[in-house]
């Protein structure tokens, strides 16, 4: 009984986008597969989208009965009534900085160019770009002050599926740029990169200036770090620098976003507004620190077996924290 009444409480929204993560399947493939506009498929799901969707929704219905036979798929929120819905997580909100760095990304990749991400540390660039990641031929490499050439070296071989082989730096860096060369459409994205310049060594991040030098014209590659990154740049490789075609800062979630994550979820007013100071202020308020209040605040609910998210909840959820 109590698990046929959770499934009632679910909407077609979230049975959707339970099946998508089932299925690794992502908004715009869905939209191909509906023929409707990436936009608006992302505009529903994320509980958007303010136009009749009828159409849409018999289309989805459909598309569950498909993947989930002998299943009969829930209605709208708007025609299940009034109930409570408990809050439920997104896998990945579509915030402007995701959608610009997935953007940049995709630019890059196509037009095998150059671009530069930055952001403060928490504002989402890493969890954006590790998305991207799991798209066909990206090779992703997460950087830290220790690595030397070789280090760095051997993490893009391992990223780009290519063997271990002995050798110098330098006929292994011939190797990785004949490869991208050959296989050709390849985007390296290369996060933290401001780790890898420093006023005593410019030597690692000459390295994949070299590489992608070599495989130019067949190789996209993003530079993504600190806000720092580009002052490095400029000051140690102006070289690079001036091959960078695009680039993206990451301004933080916007209280309008915050306000749209809950929307269709039962928030006190007051719960609300502490939700967006986590997420907005400018001192203190990040992507992460937003992501961790949620994790908890659901931890909390879960414990409880409430559905609302009041002030007593956000102030437990603080306490489980170091802010």
């Not at 996209?220 to 993206?248: C, H, I, Q, T, W």
């Amino acid at each position: 009984m109590e698990a046929r009444a959770y499934v009632q409480e679910k909407d077609l929204v979230d049975q959707v986008n339970e099946a998508l993560a089932e299925l690794r399947m992502n908004k715009a493939e869905l939209a191909l597969r509906m023929s409707v506009s990436r936009s608006m498929m992302s505009q529903y799901l994320n509980r958007k989208y303010r136009s009749d969707a009828t159409e849409l929704e018999e289309a989805l219905r459909g598309w569950l009965r498909e993947v989930h036979p002998g299943t009969e798929p829930a209605e709208n929120a708007a025609e299940m009534g009034g109930a409570e819905r408990p809050l439920q997580k997104m896998d990945c909100y579509e915030s402007r900085d995701y959608v610009s760095v997935i953007g940049i990304c995709r630019l890059c990749q196509e037009e095998a160019t150059r671009g530069i991400i930055t952001g403060r540390s928490g504002y989402g660039k890493t969890f954006s770009l590790k998305k991207y990641a799991q798209m066909p031929r990206v090779a992703y490499v997460e950087c830290n002050e220790a690595m030397n050439q070789k280090d760095l070296i051997r993490r893009l071989e391992a990223a780009l599926g290519l063997p271990h082989e002995y050798g110098t730096i330098a006929e292994r860096l011939e190797r990785v740029a004949d490869f991208l060369t050959t296989a050709s459409g390849y985007l390296l994205i290369i996060d933290e990169a401001d780790k890898l310049i420093t006023k005593y060594t410019q030597k690692k991040i000459e390295l994949l200036r070299a590489i992608t030098d070599i495989a130019e014209g067949s190789v996209g590659v993003v530079l993504a770090g600190e806000p720092v990154l580009e002052g490095l740049l400029k000051s140690y490789d102006v070289r690079f620098a001036n091959r960078m075609e695009f680039g993206y800062k990451l301004r933080g979630l916007t209280e309008q976003e915050v306000q749209s994550y809950f929307e269709g979820y039962a928030v006190d007013e007051d719960a609300l507004k502490e939700l967006v100071m986590r997420a907005c202020n400018k001192q203190t308020g990040c992507f992460r620190l937003f992501d961790r209040t949620v994790n908890n605040v659901l931890r909390i609910l879960k414990e409880q077996g409430g559905t609302r998210v009041t002030m007593k909840v956000v102030s437990e959820a603080s306490r489980m924290m170091l802010l």
